[in-house]
């Protein structure tokens, strides 16, 4: 049987927000902030995977909703492909969260903390760290302005170490996102028991047809999306070299002409020498 790709959007959010898997999100938020050296939570409610949520809708929600027992945010988002700018987009709809919780007439003191996690299929961050948490504190001393924000990624290709008997913790369940072979996860469900409800999970996708076909239309869209952006920004760079090159040019041509004008020769000779308009010409002198 051909597993499903559980880093595809619409299968991780199968995986963690189904009804009846809270308890798999909960382990697995645990051990994302075990790690980071928090707390682990008690529960969590969450917005679950419906099927309202189209493959094909850009407006449908892949990502995953929770909020934790004392009003905490909770965003976790699962990137396949790089979409450029994923710092400022992070930052973007962690504002609009945050801002959000708050109702006309207000009080401020009434905005709970919203965590934001990014799991990546790539590398975006300059540090070969798998799991790097951001926090808002003052440079020199490290002391917390807010404990309200706080953004983690999680960078999958910075992931290179096996599958270890006996060792528990975040790795597994990344090694798991990452698609290890099958014949491992004996070893990881035993390293953390919480991971063989999320690969059962995975194998009763895997051999539904109809989460099969949801499965592959995402998995084409999210692909002709990643290739339409990359084709753009082939077509940018190659006009942008371009111009470049014509600049280059008229900026030489500029030289020359201003090199023939401080040693008095006729300006219709240096228009017909360098190609330049009058205009270009006359904007020298």
């Known amino acids: 049987m051909?597993?499903?790709?559980?880093?595809?959007?619409f299968v991780?959010?199968?995986i963690f927000a189904s009804e009846g898997n809270k308890d798999v999100l909960l382990a697995f938020l645990n051990r994302i902030f075990l790690d980071a050296g928090d707390l682990p939570l008690e529960e969590v409610?969450?917005?679950?995977?419906?099927?309202?949520?189209?493959?094909?809708?850009?407006?449908a929600i892949f990502d995953i909703w929770a909020k934790t027992v004392d009003g905490q945010l909770i965003n976790i988002e699962m990137q396949l492909f790089n979409k450029?700018?994923?710092?400022?987009r992070t930052l973007y709809y962690w504002s609009k969260r945050y801002a959000g919780q708050l109702q006309v007439s207000g009080?401020?003191?009434?905005?709970?903390?919203?965590?934001?996690?990014?799991?990546?299929?790539?590398k975006v961050l300059p540090n070969e760290h798998t799991h790097s948490v951001f926090h808002l504190r003052e440079d020199s001393s490290g002391?917390?302005?807010?404990?309200?924000?706080?953004?983690?990624?999680?960078?999958?290709?910075k992931l290179n170490q096996p599958v270890v008997p006996g060792e528990g913790g975040l790795v597994n369940w990344l090694l798991f996102l990452k698609g290890i072979d099958y014949s491992d996860w004996e070893v990881l469900q035993m390293n953390e028991p919480a991971l063989k409800k999320a690969m059962e999970t995975l194998e009763f996708l895997s051999q539904d047809s109809e989460a099969r076909r949801k499965y592959?239309?995402?998995?084409?869209?999210?692909?002709?999306?990643?290739?339409?952006?990359?084709?753009?920004?082939?077509?940018?760079?190659?006009?942008?070299?371009?111009?470049g090159r014509a600049q280059g040019e008229l900026e030489a041509k500029r030289e020359i002409a201003k090199k023939f004008l401080d040693m008095g020769i006729d300006p219709s000779a240096i228009l017909k020498a360098t190609g330049l308009t009058e205009e270009e010409l006359k904007s020298i002198s």
């Open 45 to 59: 409610v969450l917005n679950p995977y419906t099927d309202k949520d189209d493959p094909l809708d850009k407006q």
């Open 12 to 14: 991780f959010k199968r």
């Open 107 to 122: 009080k401020y003191t009434e905005l709970k903390k919203c965590v934001t996690i990014n799991i990546l299929n790539y």
């Open 84 to 88: 450029y700018d994923i710092e400022k």
């Open 216 to 243: 592959e239309d995402r998995q084409k869209f999210l692909m002709d999306e990643a290739s339409q952006r990359d084709g753009a920004l082939r077509e940018g760079f190659a006009k942008g070299v371009a111009e």
């Open 143 to 157: 002391a917390p302005l807010t404990d309200d924000i706080e953004i983690h990624f999680l960078e999958l290709p």
């Open 2 to 9: 051909e597993l499903l790709d559980p880093r595809i959007d």
